[in-house]
């Protein structure tokens, strides 16, 4: 899903990773909790075809790891953690694999919930909650997190506008959206309203041609985006997106999307970006929406409440993207500054 390169388990700082095998269902799957500091680590299970095992590994570390900065910077009692399944989620789901991977997150006994994500959706998460209570985004209740994560993007995005600018108004800004899934599908609704001029990118061809006619925006291969004429690049698919190759061609003035882990290298994409005057929302503050989804969920917060909290990640981008021009640092490194330094006090208060 990510770059495929192998990472050092120690210095990424996880308490615990999990490998899960079940040959009877089938189920390959990995359980990776970086951090209960703040609280239960949260944080969604993706299921995906991965072109070997260590890159299901380098992906659900760096996705657990983001999931701990997200959470502390959204204000949330809640560690980080994250699961992927090795697999093809068009061919090779069933309840009993579900199930049986529910028996998985249930052995670490409440230190690591769960909850869809990429080829998930609720119905598998209630096969889940067959065999364990650790588990949110069920039918019936807060759902699908994807309108919340939209709204919350659509949020940092005008606030990375609000900061370039001076002006917040997205229309007749030229937005291209990588991804039209649930969530992008969800953000092209907002920027459609809005009067943006977009243009999108997948490789769901039916997915494309119902996109183009609903919303009357231009379509481009996916090898073809990043030449493209843009104010904003909205990545809501893969991460690495912004890397050595696309980051010389890339023609925007602001990054903003929905997808986790945009940067292929943290620190060197993001002082690149930074050199190079171009604004990036970090991507596990602003798509943090959905693990608010999931916290109102657990806790019984009302959807009005919810969308507020969602709304709060525009001043928080603001924040940031300030703290980046006042130090002059990239605003990777800002938005890790404020995490870090929430996640340190609670470890004080633990030790106190």
């Known amino acids: 899903m990510n770059d495929n390169s192998s990472i050092n388990f120690f210095n990424m700082n996880h308490e ?12 390959k799957a990995i359980i990776a909790v970086h951090s209960t ?25 760096r996705l657990s790891r983001g ?17 992927v399944i090795i697999g093809d989620s068009k061919t090779q789901k069933s309840p009993e694999l579900f199930i049986k991977f529910g028996e998985f997150v249930n052995s670490l006994a409440g230190s690591y919930i769960t909850a869809e994500d990429v080829g998930i959706n609720p119905e598998d998460m209630l096969h889940v909650s067959k065999s364990t209570k650790h588990v949110t985004g069920l039918p019936g209740k807060k759902g699908d997190p994807s309108p919340i994560t939209a709204y919350g993007v659509y949020m940092g995005m005008k606030a990375a506008l609000k900061f370039h600018k001076g002006n917040d108004s997205l229309n007749g800004k030229k937005v291209l959206v990588q991804g039209i899934g649930h969530v992008g599908l969800y953000l092209l609704e907002y920027l459609h309203k809005e009067g943006a001029i977009i243009t999108i990118s997948d490789i769901n061809k039916e997915a494309v041609k119902n996109t183009v006619s609903k919303y009357n925006c231009k379509f481009l291969e996916p090898n073809d985006i990043y030449d493209a004429e843009m104010d904003i690049y ?8 912004v890397n050595n190759n696309t980051i010389e061609k890339l023609k925007c003035s602001i990054i903003a999307g929905a997808a986790n882990n945009q940067l292929m290298d943290e620190d060197v994409h993001g002082k690149i970006l930074f050199d190079k005057g171009i604004v990036y929302a970090p991507d596990y503050l602003i798509n943090a929406g959905g693990v608010m989804n999931c916290y109102a969920e657990i806790h019984g917060i009302n959807n009005k409440k919810v969308m507020e909290m969602a709304g709060e990640i525009y001043n928080t981008t603001l924040d940031i993207l300030n703290k980046s021009k006042k130090e002059n640092i990239p605003t990777s490194l800002a938005a890790n500054k404020i995490a870090e330094k929430r996640i340190n006090m609670e470890l004080e208060k633990r030790i106190n």
């Open 234 to 241: 909205a990545p809501c698919a893969l991460g690495a997106t």
């Open 67 to 83: 999931m701990t900065y997200k959470n502390a910077i959204s204000g949330l009692n809640l560690g980080g953690g994250k699961a």
């Open 37 to 61: 500091v703040c609280g239960p680590a949260l944080g969604g299970t993706r299921m995906w075809k991965y072109s070997d095992d260590q890159s299901a590994l380098t992906d659900v570390m």
């Open 16 to 27: 615990k990773i999990l490998f899960c095998q079940d040959k009877k269902t089938g189920l």
